[in-house]
Each structure stands twice: as C-alpha cells, then as structure tokens.
C-alpha cells in the first residue's frame, strides 16, 4: 500500500542552524501539507503546497520557513535559523480527494 | 476562531465498547475526521465523515455527527488491546482541506 515517508526520523540541531526535513508523498497525490506538534501540544497546520506553490500558509510559517518540490517526487520543508521553539515533530502528509495521509513525522530538537 | 475539543483520556475494559467524543466550533466545517496515533507512529487515518451525514459505519468503527450540537463521536465495539492509542478528532472547513486539530484522547485498555 503506497504510505508518505520521511527522512530523518530524529534531527538534533544547534540554535542558529539551518535544517531541512523531506517527505516523499503518495505519487498520484498532488496537495501536500506540512503539520507540526510541539510536545504536549495539539497538532497545528503550517503550510499547504499545490501546482508548485504555497496555497495556503499559518502564522507560524514565517520568512524562517520555506517549502519546495525540487523533483517531482520530494517535497521538502526548510527552516533557516532553527529557534529552541521549533523543537517539535513534523509530520508531511499528501491529499487525495478529501483524505490526506500523513508519514510518520522527523523529531526535531534543536539545543 | 475555530477549536476542537476532546477528552485527554478514556479506560476501558478489554471487549466493552469505546466512545471517544469530540466537539467543534466551526459550523462551516465539510469533512470531519479521526486519526489514531500508536506510540512512535505517525497519524493513521481511521475514517472521516461528511457534514451532511449524520453516522457512518465501518467494521467496528461507528462515526456518530451531530451538526446541531456540534458534536462527533467515535465509538469502537469490542475494544482489543491493539487498539491502545491516542485518538486525534480533526475538522477541514475550506477547499484547501487544511486541518484543525484536537488534543487527542488517550485509550487505555484494562484486560
């Protein structure tokens, strides 16, 4: 059964440094989708992607975030400047129809 | 703006029937969801129901939505200790289908 994937599982990070967490999503998918869930925290919605662009972002994607599909199979989510804050898991998901399956997420803690 | 509320926990004996119940507050919402997270694991679809449908069942899961009242349950018969996780209730209101997420209730099993 086609699943997303994730790559790293757990990123440990220095303040400061940059970091990018990808996703490969279902291949006939075509809306892509970044959550985050800062431990003890609800799951929050960060950014929609479709036809190569953001369709839709929150408040927390900030100048510091930015998504990009470089290939026609990943689809990436980089953080600039990584904060103490953004320590959380990230989960990518992809979309058909009015199902969005999600991958198992990348543990990201930045010290 | 929009919320999603849910219990944090649930206990039940091994073989009784669980109901893990949801409220939200965007009456605009289209599709309403449950996701189960195992430990370690990421966001597994379990099954979503439409806004103008009122139940919807599949095997041993019963979706129960009241749109008056705002309220959506998800009932599990014959609860089996593989179905220990946390349960997250999610609402998608717009094309975009971004989700808004609950805090996830906790099933725990008692054999």
């Known amino acids: 059964e086609p699943e997303v994937t994730q790559t790293p599982s757990h990123q440990v990070t220095q303040m400061g440094q940059e970091v990018i967490l990808r996703c490969v999503p279902i291949?006939?998918?075509?809306?892509f989708y970044w959550y985050r869930q800062i431990l003890g925290q609800k799951v929050e919605f960060l950014v929609s992607?479709?036809?190569?662009?953001?369709?839709?972002k929150s408040e927390i994607f900030d100048d510091q975030f930015s998504v990009e599909r470089p290939d026609g199979s990943n689809f990436t989510l980089k953080i600039r400047s990584t904060k103490l804050e953004d320590s959380a898991m990230y989960f990518c998901?992809?979309?058909?129809?009015?199902?969005?399956?999600f991958g198992p997420g990348t543990r990201l803690t930045v010290l | 703006g929009e919320d999603v509320e849910q219990s944090l926990f649930l206990s039940v004996r091994e073989g009784d029937s669980s109901v893990i119940n949801c409220t939200y507050t965007?009456?605009?919402?289209?599709?309403l969801y449950w996701y189960k997270q195992e430990p370690g694991a990421g966001l597994q679809l379990l099954t979503y129901?439409?806004?103008n449908m009122d139940m919807k069942q599949d095997q041993r899961l019963t979706v129960l939505l009241n749109k008056k009242d705002k309220h959506l349950s998800l009932r599990i018969a014959d609860t089996q200790t593989g179905d220990s996780a946390i349960y997250f209730c999610?609402?998608?209101?717009?094309?975009?289908?971004?989700?808004?997420w609950g805090a996830g209730t906790k099933l725990i099993i008692k054999p």
């Open positions: 291949s006939n998918h075509l809306y």
């Open positions: 992607f479709y036809n190569n662009e953001i369709s839709e």
């Open positions: 129901i439409f806004s």
């Open positions: 965007d009456s605009s919402s289209t599709y």
């Open positions: 999610a609402e998608s209101k717009d094309s975009n289908y971004q989700l808004i």
């Open positions: 998901a992809s979309r058909t129809y009015n199902e969005q399956f």
